[in-house]
């Protein structure tokens, strides 16, 4: 045990070199592209207020710079009621201003080394509609939106470009996080979209609804000049501030998953405060195929019931960092400081726990890449022609596809997830390709998977829809169209029902990989459920009913079991073999300067339903897993704690026993 006397001085030491990095750091802030931890405070300031900067001073951010360390803060300038938290001769500043807050944040943020970024709100602008009525976006039956401008008018010459510029120029800020853009913009019947609708197709009328026709020509021009919007004003703020770096938020995720072509300097998006980690599991995968400097936004508080926000334990958030972590993203969490801009102790002490815990693996989780394995489809394609908005998958439209994610992750394998355009220059690269739910594909996208398998590839169509697709080349004939039946599939431990939409197939060269039956009584005739077909030196696996669904609205582990054979038949040697409770999710990883990291999270005890927030996640273990490594490694360590992990290694294959994992960490083999 080290002495009292040797503790102080590893204690002075640390601070002394604390400062010595702070005060370098203070020439200039990272860029974003090379920021890890950040914080978001936001109020959405509004006609009601009173009290707006009263608290904010320096002593208090202060505190929160010592504590936390961040390498950015965003804080508020204007919110979606369109009012502004700060003194403006552009913007409407709302009445309850005492004081104004972003130069104290500037002078300490500027004082730390920390970079400074405002929230502002775009699209969504109650008050400029309020102000311009004629800048209001009109929906299908001729009513103006109470809060929503138009892409299509003169909001951004107007107002938003002059007053994000003024924001910047006079704070001295380093950037802007941009919200309610891509997901506040909706279908526009005003008389300026007409007019650019009629000139562009040539049509006088323009569709209602789904099923009219040119419905998805209309959706489409909507998502065209949304962009297009986008392009304009941050190329128009980069050119009046340069070295403003610019993001929207949700562009080019999930949300809008298509090339980036807007001049953003990186990607982030606020994800779900309730449904915080399964919602992370999806979007840090999409975000870390994009080849774009990305973070997440967790909140940092979440309600229930009829009780109000309530802030979220620092365990709880670090199990959702540990999600962001090991994507190799950036993380931020997002609290209100009071109306009064105070930024309250316990959640200075919540985000230094928090920071810490990320700090701890930055070396081997930033810009990490990922080692391919598995690679799922998030269609395109389908989405935009499910999706009924411009930009916001929030009718349902990833359901099979989370439930194909869960699926994998819980069967502990490593999942990248991809729309076409990252995937296609990229599939042979992947063992595996994995067609959750796409119902549409391009002639091109289609014809470059099947050469794909031909050439050696294995691709798995995990539905009805994907496997209609491909109905020509499953060596399998469709009976009859798909019929609404009652479905019970065997697994290993058991019998799990699948209702719902199932095609009866009839054998011709395809190999039965599971069986259907109408009841469990399995020693009556059943149907072909699944099937795998040899296909050049490939292979292809489906199966013909509605196994996403049924995995994402149950989670039984008998479902996994259905499918595991499948998936051993297509992918019989995965670089990463695991031996462990479902809970825990893998990623296969190669860390900034190379070496080969393999990240475990435990997802046990993570918030569900009306356990909102939980203050414990018990260790789960003992855990064993091989890794195809091609040379034998000199050590393995595991971080954060930087202990070495007794290994075997053998014809290439190492393997090791972790006897437990609590939250978050990684195998580094060096």
Known sequence: MKSLQ?????????????????????????????????????LHPNEHDTELGKDSSEE????????????????????????CGHFSEVGSPSPGIVKDALPIWRKVTSEYGVGLYIHFSGVWDNRAVELHPEWARIDAEGKRDPSKTSVFGPYADELLIPHLSEAVSKYNLDGVWVDGECWGAELDYSPAALQAWKEKTGYDEAPKKAGDPHWLEWKNFHRDRFEAYLTHWATELHRRNPGVQITSNWMYTTFAPKPVEAPLDFLSGD?????????????????????????????????GGGASWSWKTPVHLMQEAGVVLMQGGGFQIYYQPTRAGYVPDPVIEITGQVADFCRARQE???????????????????????????????????????????????????VDVLTEHQLQPRLTEFPLVVLPDAHKLTDEFKAALLDYV????????????????????LGAAFDGAPQNVRAELAGESGIVNANGLWQKVKLDGAREMGRRYETRDVRRPGETAATVVDFGRGKLGAVYGPFCATYLS????????????????????????????????????KTKDGRLALHLLNRANMPLGDYKVIDYVPKVGPIHVELKVEQKPNQVKWIPTGERIEWNYREGRLSFMLPDLAIHGAAVVE
């Open 454 to 473: 031909r050439g050696g590839g294995s691709l798995l169509l995990l539905d009805l829809d994907s496997a209609s697709l491909f109905k020509e080349q």
């Open 554 to 589: 149950t989670h039984h582990p008998w479902l996994r079991e259905f499918v595991q054979p499948l998936l051993e038949e297509l992918f019989p040697e995965p670089a990463v073999k695991v031996e462990g409770p479902s809970c825990i999710d893998i990623a296969l990883r």
């Open 60 to 83: 208090n951010i202060a505190r929160l710079m010592d504590r936390v360390r961040p390498d950015f803060v965003q804080y508020d300038c204007k919110g979606h009621r369109g009012y």
């Open 271 to 303: 994800y779900s405060p309730g449904d915080s980690v399964n919602t992370a599991r999806l979007e840090a995968r999409y975000l870390a195929s994009t080849g774009m400097p990305w973070d997440l936004m967790a909140w940092g508080f979440d309600k």
């Open 6 to 42: 040797a503790v102080r001085l590893v204690v002075i030491f640390g601070a002394v070199v604390g400062l010595v990095v702070a005060s370098a750091a203070a020439d200039k802030p990272l860029p974003r592209k090379d920021c890890f931890f950040g914080l978001h405070f936001d």
């Open 364 to 414: 081997i989780s930033h810009k990490s890449e990922s080692v391919p394995q598995v690679a799922l489809l998030l269609s395109y394609e389908s989405y935009q022609d499910r999706c009924n908005r411009v930009f916001s998958p929030w009718g349902g439209e990833y359901n099979d596809l989370k439930g194909a994610l869960h699926a994998l992750l819980e069967m502990q394998y490593s």
